[in-house]
């Protein structure tokens, strides 16, 4: 049996992981043939293929990014989308799909699996954690890490100087690298984009802050909007520079909160360091796992399903739960974690 | 309200982060004031105590080790023991007891809470994983993290010299850190205490793993026991030696390999540096978490409990179920695990 | 003999371990007395002082910051500032002083030294390597070491997404920074302060690299200036932000990357990140030899000097040399890293 | 022009980031071929060559080992070996040869260059910096980096357990790396082969570092010896046990302070992890401008010479400068450093 390999949406740590695991198993275990698709679902629709057997996955475990290459191409927007992937399967004789990636590309699987026929497994990936049905994705793991390591060095001179400092992180969506990183790193505000916050209370947690010690950290989502009167997205300056994404929220904090406290500010933004590199030991564990757990799938006949983490278990879970709403960080944890605001 | 802290048993990263968190949301929330205990149940019993409030836990997050300080003292085994700790806590006044440590600590833990009525939380600590009722324990997720950034860097001295590498990491009854940092770090044989090896089966590894690429690495628990016919605590050289926990079955293994196969091998024996340092991000996380809802049990007044992991949520379970049994490496998983030997 | 000792300017790590190495020294082996005064200079004017003796030195090599504190209050330019130091050194009978600082710190200690007979050793410090007479300075390593991770961690993205990443690091008149993390971590464009850049010439140079292989990082100091017809410091949207230092230069070249190439472009802002956490363990080496060596100074009443880094030997230097020039980045090392752009 | 390169000796990181220097500079600005020459002089004896070109050397920057592969085999030795090499040359029309390695390779090379006309340059290569006539080499500050980083945690360690902890570090004939690793990392006693140890000293070292604080480090490299009466090489659990390089002194010193003082000790043995993985940004910058430099002595004819940092420049030096003695820690260094000694 020869089984179709592909990688889809942004980078994340952990993608060569899965990659490397279904194929090592496939092989080894089942005898399978496999064929890398290039790009994503980009590959499928155009028969762009790469050479996908054992040697091709020796030594990528530790490396970031994939083998595979990657592209957000959606094939239910392409013309004949359907129609290519379906005959690029049957030309190459591929006889199941396994499809890692985040929402979209598993909204697309699930799509082809359900309504299509075509046979797919999910293997869910996603930085910021956001995915329903599993308790983490990998490549989460390595970003917190990195975030957190950024924050501890901050300390020092947030210590030294009496200067607050802001560090953007990413989730636009969701807050769960926010959290995590803010909590580990010891940080003294963190926002989140499930909650608007109010500028007014930050100030206060940062003033609060410089009389019980020394200068704060505030951590903030990418994603985190202020309370209606705040007016971020109507700032000019803001509006002009383009990059809202990258660095709008926390410039526009570190601004505010100047002009209220009458403190210095510094903002860092960490981008896409967050996303790239070695992937933590937590992260090739998960990966690698749900590469084994996709392969069993594919053997089992058992399509439309995803795998997914469910304590200290591998479950599969219909590809269609997968996506069907975002996983925000729930208010009452985020209450719980405001323990350590101010 | 006073309570009292300690912990207790081996070193750990996250010590200080449950420390810091029981005390700022017991100040903050509850308005409880703390007392530390120093040296777990020694000072307990000898009511020798620190100071334990705020202050004194500004920015311990992410150093290791435990401003408590720890040792192995068992009230049970000493002499008035469980009525020393009485009448300790009944003089300072403390109403309720968190202890953070093993299976030895919080054995004592149940047994002061079921059968003496000294109100006690337990927090679960372990950097082997091994104990039962929780997903994981923080200290593990940061000791597999150094032993598999060991295994990375030895990849490379693998690779260009063509010798096998022996990796002794830590864990005398269960395998946890050898079966994930082996896993992590991609070695081509682990070998756990759960299951017995078989040393002419890891030189077929060894030697397949020659033919296929380069040479291979061996991650070993140093719990890990030959099967009855190798005859490793026979061995005269290792007896005369003493050091059997530290130096034991990697360097005998090594010789072993040497003397089998022919290749010339080599021993990293990590030791003490795995449980050493700053926690993990991760850690962090569970640990700071493990320590609100220790002091939300006080605050609930349920006692004889543990906090524990469950997927993502913190749980409480009774004291005595986390002590009944040791969580060793189920044989399916190891099995799992197995398909990247050799 | 009583020995005072302050650190002055910025952030840097490596202070406390030249605290560390000065008092260890002079206690043990000279006998001396030492009084810490806080907040650099300020301290001295105020009389505000510091315990420094073998147990307040213990545990802060591996820590960032200082234990003394800092600030940038220059005596020469306070009311009576001379006059308040002397009068502080008298009443305390503090009778030679070891000043810690960067450019304006050693300033003033020649100042004293030369003109007013106060008895100080310098210890030269800054992040940006900018000192004349002395091969390096501490704080130095570690910032490459962190701009150089970021640096790693940012090729698996360009790889993946064919995105140019311009990474912004500190220096605003010197280029060190950018130049040894720019040559470790790979870039392909490096941008100093010390030579004006061309746009055009920016933009080839990112046009041939994706010909070349995948999209390019380009790495450019805070203090490069593009030619004068480039116009950077006249953008409207720029001048309106604010933070020209922070966020500067790092975004405007990614947007006139994008409008001229038509490729994507994204920018990290390492800022703060690079000056803190724990000194890298050449940093703790130099910064421990200078302390060493500075206190001999002391023995000596070798007063108006500096130490110095020259090969692998620390050497005397008069402290006006220090401050004489700013050492910049060589025309010639410019061309040697040349190569690799593109 | 044709030139030729090859590695040889011990693993040591940066030695790709020399080929990648040295092929990107060759290529672009002189427009030479390459011919990569497979581990060490075998491949130039035996004719076994790699590809070398610039997409070979894409990317290697940051990688451990060498894509060339290395050997010890010295052509001075085997039969007709340098007949055999003036023939590979010959028939492959190479030029000239640079050869990247340590003492042995180097005096290949200089052998070759003055003895028998064949045009060589040399850059020096070895992790233990014992190398005449360059202020450093890289691998060096790389594997300082991972002792120290060791050296860091087991402290958390040695403060809650009060245990006397042992770390042997690489070093068979020159203590650099204990030495700079074991001040970096705050040890309390460093132990290198240039001066004999004495127990007794050792002990009471152990022994005033329990009372001033906490328990102790002693970092030991693995080539140090006792003083004669100590009788290590006699001791026959040793001698029976055959891997006197790797756990030799570290454990044997430890059992010996057990019983000498009472107090518990344990040894870490950091062995190969020390030599693989990726090179530091210091070791990435030295490794690629030897390489520049190195080429630029093919382009000048400059042949029998080695390339050797010297402050902050790289000169070029006689080969035979580099083999004629080995650089051991100078004894004056070595009191200097001793006053963190106890």
Redesign the interface.
């Known amino acids: 049996m020869r089984v179709g390999v592909l990688t889809g949406g942004?980078?994340c740590?952990g993608l060569n992981a899965v990659i490397r695991a279904v194929v090592?198993?496939g092989v080894?275990?089942y005898g399978y043939d496999f064929t890398g698709f290039r790009d994503g679902w980009r590959g499928v629709m155009e028969g762009d293929t790469v050479r996908l057997d054992i040697p091709a996955v020796?030594?990528i475990?530790?490396?970031?990014?994939?083998i595979l290459?990657?592209s957000r191409t959606n094939p239910l927007k392409a013309e004949n989308g359907i129609r290519r992937i379906k005959e690029t399967l049957a030309g190459l004789e591929v006889a199941a799909l396994i499809a890692i990636g985040g929402e979209d590309t598993l909204c697309v699987a699930a799509r082809l699996s359900d309504e299509h026929g075509v046979p797919c497994v999910g293997v869910p990936k996603t930085i910021d954690n956001d995915l329903s049905a599993t308790?983490?994705t990998f490549g989460f793991?390595t970003a917190?890490?990195?975030?957190?390591?950024?924050i501890?060095?901050?300390?020092?001179?947030a210590?030294?100087?009496m200067r607050v400092?802001v560090v953007e992180v990413m989730g636009r969506h969701a807050g769960w690298i926010a959290l995590?990183?803010g909590?580990?790193?010891?940080a003294n505000v963190i926002l989140i984009p499930e909650q608007r916050f109010d500028v007014e209370q930050v100030c206060a947690w940062v003033t609060s802050r410089f009389r019980a010690?020394y200068a704060p950290i505030v951590v903030v989502a990418e994603g985190a909007v202020p309370k209606d009167g705040d007016m971020v997205l109507k700032d000019?300056?803001l509006d002009?520079?383009?990059?809202v994404r990258?660095?709008g929220v926390g410039?526009w904090l570190?601004?505010e909160i100047e002009k209220r406290t009458g403190k210095e500010a510094?903002?860092?933004?960490?981008?896409?360091?967050q996303?790239?590199?070695?992937p933590?030991?937590?992260d090739?564990?998960l990966a690698?796992?749900f590469g084994?757990h996709a392969i069993d799938c594919v053997r089992d006949r058992d399509f439309g399903r995803m795998v997914a983490l469910?304590?200290?278990d591998i479950v599969r879970v219909p590809l269609a739960d997968a996506t069907a709403r975002l996983k925000t960080v729930d208010p009452a944890l985020y209450k719980?974690v405001g323990?350590?605001f101010g």
Chains 1, 2, 3, 4 share one sequence.
């Open positions: 942004g980078d740590p090592r198993k080894q275990e020796r030594g475990l530790p490396r970031g990014g994939t290459g990657s308790d983490y793991d917190v890490g990195i975030a957190t390591e950024a501890d060095r901050l300390h020092t001179t210590e030294s100087h400092l995590h990183s909590l580990a790193g010891g010690s000019q300056s002009s520079f383009g990059h990258l660095s410039e570190a601004k510094r903002t860092t933004v960490l981008g896409h360091v996303r790239g590199g070695t933590s030991a937590f090739r564990w690698t796992r084994l469910r304590g200290t719980e323990v350590f």
